[in-house]
């Protein structure tokens, strides 16, 4: 059986998505004996040195982003450019996050390449349960930042005699969850823990969903008792807005907005597509800080209302905020899914009746999406 | 060729409302596997399934008596044996249930004596330590649910059109905290929180509160005095000290409902004396989990010297997941499934802490493991 190849190109996106995976997990598959091509670079991001990646295996070497994409198995966190797609070679597998069922595009994009793909956000166990996540990063990264922010806006923030910090959150599911334990921790354990022995009153956090945010008069009441206003909601409808523009003037002067969801903008189609907290900036790795007099703001698109503006923080990627904790976690939970791909000597071996992984990696790959889903795409 | 080649499920045994069995699909795929399985007489009934179910086209499932079934190399159970009932452990067998090595030292202790194997499903977790045999959602959506239910039931105008949302107060924001509040959100139950909805129900909010909110007496008096529903979801560092002091309760409205999620025992004799997260509260059991607070059980079961004299309604299980037991059955099937494949492959002996993602998580569970700690 011929060895799988594995190729890890660098993410070229914003300049502050620093990164790659860690030398561990690299070291890791060159042990189970297969050739390791990293695009030269790699790691950089995170200053990481060449020699962590290579000094202990003969297997791995640096090569040029195209060879990094041109081997049997491609393993990339977030989904190539489109610039990128091509440099695969047909036949081959790419392991990325693709979210097959919001992006139809890519399935489409791939097929036409002939590549076979595994979604690392599809990857599932037999409960449904995610294997490759990071959504505890998400709440916890953006509510460290948010809180930070509020630190500026609100200097009483460490006063003993304050009330506690109100912070209502928009949604309750798994981001949601994860917002509410560190929102309770001010997103910081550290913080937290000064903040008790200095009897400073804690963090009281109001979760609310969609039977009651579509309620004007309850909303603008918890509104107006705001510190910390988290959208985490996973809307049905994204042209739907959970929070108007209008009613964010109802929140205290000093209030931070922080955007989970992180869902785009898109004034092209008739019924437009809107963030669920009307008129915040969409903030990538580059930037995620935004105080009301940014420039930002009068850069989105014209159906967006930004009259009335709160310091918010949003971010595409919140787990990247702390890059090598994030693929310290994204390490551990890819490599057995790498290793069972290995052993079974490539994707079209991959039994959906088989073991644990062949089965959640099953539910996750192109070729088996449309039954495994149960849909056509 | 399999490690093990037969498989022992005897009855729980334990209340009456406890009516959780494996199921007939999780047996055949046990047989599937390729071993002989061995109910014990009445299993199925337990569950609400004829015996027919189980053995409809499969020669591979078996009745036998109580001790016939702990005799097996594995012996499945979900809840753990009473303390008599580890002598019916055959020599050699694997007994394979929620064991709770650090909190129930007996047991450990009682299997070590006899030389035992064993796996405890509350203990096997990943290599981040999450574990991978639970069933927390449930406690949360069927406590809530419960709660709701004893509302309506009590308070239906609360839930009318014009009224506020229901205010639920989450104490404690770990695992079952998360829950609690997803939950609430919902009311406990999406088709209680869409039929609401279709009535133009201005449906519920959450708060949850963590420690350094629960510890400040003015805060929480305002947080009670405006609760609907008071959740209970704390892991206490302390204990011997309650969460929300009897005398607290006097602040919740009278209709207030109280969720026991945490479900701590009174323990009047240990050193210091273990109480609950919300003091002078019952707690329940599959037979019973709901106290209406002129309930005889208030005097019968809580130890002298715990106050009780400001009392709600309470709903309160030992076993919140039973409360629905098919769905809780196949739920912990799904979850069990690559551990049996594995265990049954291999054999107890045979699993090793440098083996792959299942193997390393069973190992963890193991009583060896546990002892070499």
């Not at chain 2, 090595?101 to 096997?124: C, E, F, H």
């Amino acid at each position: 059986m011929k060895r799988m190849s594995v190729g890890f190109p660098r993410m070229h996106k914003e300049r502050g998505e620093r990164r790659d995976f860690l030398p561990t997990f690299v070291r890791r598959i060159s042990e189970l004996g297969v050739p390791v091509i990293l695009e030269q670079g790699y790691g950089s991001g995170m200053d990481i040195s060449a020699r962590s990646y290579t000094g202990t295996t003969k297997n791995a070497r640096f090569g040029s982003h195209e060879e990094a994409y041109s081997q049997d198995l491609v393993i990339v966190l977030r989904y190539p450019n489109d610039d990128e797609l091509p440099l695969l070679r047909s036949g081959s597998c790419l392991m990325s996050m693709i979210h097959f069922p919001t992006r139809p595009g890519r399935i489409k994009q791939l097929k036409e390449f002939n590549l076979e793909a595994v979604s690392l956000d599809s990857v599932k166990d037999d409960t449904g349960r995610r294997l490759v996540e990071n959504l505890r990063a998400v709440g916890w990264n953006g509510v460290e930042t948010a809180f930070m922010v509020l630190g500026k806006t609100f200097p009483g923030l460490e006063n003993r005699n304050r009330r506690p910090v109100h912070v209502t959150i928009l949604g309750s599911g798994g981001v949601g969850a994860h917002a509410m334990q560190a929102a309770i921790r001010y997103g910081d354990t550290k913080l937290w823990e000064r903040m008790v022995r200095q009897a400073v009153p804690g963090v009281r956090v109001t979760v609310v969903d969609y039977d009651v945010t579509c309620i004007e008069h309850e909303m603008l009441g918890i509104l107006e008792e705001t510190d910390v206003l988290v959208d985490a909601t996973q809307r049905p409808d994204p042209t739907k807005v959970v929070i108007p523009n209008d009613w964010i003037a109802h929140l205290p002067e000093h209030a931070v907005i922080l955007d989970l969801s992180v869902d785009p903008y898109d004034c092209t189609e008739n019924s437009p597509t809107i963030k669920a907290i009307e008129g915040i900036p969409h903030g990538d790795l580059d930037q995620y800080i935004y105080y009301p007099e940014d420039k930002a703001y009068d850069l989105l698109p014209g159906c967006v209302s930004t009259r009335h503006r709160r310091a918010t923080v949003s971010c595409y990627s919140w787990p990247g905020i702390h890059p090598e904790d994030c693929m310290g976690i994204y390490g551990k939970q890819v490599f057995p899914l790498v290793r069972v791909l290995m052993e079974a000597g490539g994707p079209t071996n991959i039994d959906p009746r088989g073991t644990f992984f062949h089965r959640a990696l099953s539910r996750a790959m192109l070729s088996h999406w449309p039954t495994a889903q149960g849909e056509s795409v | 060729m399999n490690a093990l080649q037969s498989v022992g499920l005897p009855r729980m045994m334990k209340e009456q409302g406890e009516r959780r069995v494996f199921l007939p699909d999780f047996v055949h795929f046990l047989t599937a596997l390729g071993v002989e399985v061995f109910l014990e007489e009445g299993y199925w009934s337990d569950g609400g399934f004829t015996i027919e179910e189980y053995q409809r086209d499969n020669p591979h499932v078996h009745r036998c008596s109580r001790e016939e079934a702990f005799d097996r190399e594995l012996v499945l159970i979900l809840r753990a044996p009473e303390r008599h009932e580890f002598n019916l452990l055959g020599r050699g067998s694997c007994l394979v249930t929620m064991l709770h090595y650090n909190t129930r030292p007996w047991r450990v202790q009682r299997l070590k004596d006899l030389g035992m194997r064993a796996v405890s499903l509350d203990s096997i977790t990943d290599d981040n330590n999450l574990r991978l045999v639970e069933n927390m959602r449930a406690v949360a959506w069927n406590g809530i649910d419960a709660a709701f239910t004893e509302l309506e039931r009590s308070h239906p105008h609360l839930f009318e059109r014009y009224s506020c949302p229901i205010r639920v107060i989450v104490l404690g924001t770990g695992i079952v905290g998360k829950y609690a509040v997803e939950a609430a959100t919902k009311m406990g139950s999406l088709n209680r929180n869409e039929g609401y909805m279709e009535k133009g129900g201005t449906g519920s909010v959450a708060v949850a509160a963590g420690r350094s909110v629960t510890s400040r007496t003015s805060i929480m008096r305002t947080l009670l005095e405006s609760a609907d529903i008071l959740v209970d979801a704390t892991r206490r560092r302390n204990p011997s000290i309650p969460v929300v002091p009897n005398s607290w309760i006097a602040w919740l409205p009278p209709h207030a409902v109280v969720a026991d999620l945490a479900v701590d025992p009174y323990l009047p004799n240990d050193r210091p004396p273990v109480v609950r997260g919300v003091e002078g509260i019952p707690q329940g059991n599959l037979d019973k989990y709901v106290f209406l607070p002129e309930d005889p059980d208030w005097e019968r079961d809580i130890p002298d010297g715990v106050p009780t004299q400001n009392r709600r309604t309470v709903v309160s299980c030992y076993s919140w997941p039973g409360v629905h037991p098919q769905q809780c059955m196949e739920h912990y099937s799904r979850q069990l499934k690559p551990f049996m494949e594995l265990l049954i492959e291999k054999g107890y002996d045979a699993l090793s802490p440098e083996g792959g993602y299942i193997e390393r998580a069973l190992y963890r569970a193991t009583l060896r493991a546990w002892l070499s700690r």
